[in-house]
């Protein structure tokens, strides 16, 4: 991520306004990397293809993916089935 004016954002620059967005917001606080797994499970329990996910985390194999976020999983699963159900049942 850049500035207004070009150069690269200075990371603890960044780390200062995300915490001071936490504190605005009167949200617990939590670490900036957590925002990745936030979105990563966000992802795949919106069915988001677990492929997809893998490729915008830059995991270098699905099992990493897979592994990292089996706790959601059931609930896809669970999705999959009802919606082939009904493909197959009407």
């Not at 990371?11 to 995300?18: D, M, T, V």
């Not at 001071?20 to 069915?47: G, Q």
Request: glycine content about 4%; hydrophobic content about 40%.
């Amino acid at each position: 991520m850049c500035t207004k004016r070009g150069p690269p954002i200075n990371p603890r620059n960044l780390l200062r306004s995300f915490y001071s967005l936490m504190k605005k917001a009167e949200v617990p606080k939590i670490r900036f990397h957590d925002l990745r797994h936030t979105v990563a499970t966000l992802m795949l329990s919106r069915n988001i293809n677990p492929k997809v996910v893998k490729e915008i985390l830059g995991h270098s194999d699905i099992l990493v993916t897979l592994d990292t976020y089996s706790h959601v999983l059931p609930s896809v699963h669970k999705e999959t089935a009802k919606k082939f159900g009904s493909m197959l049942f009407g």
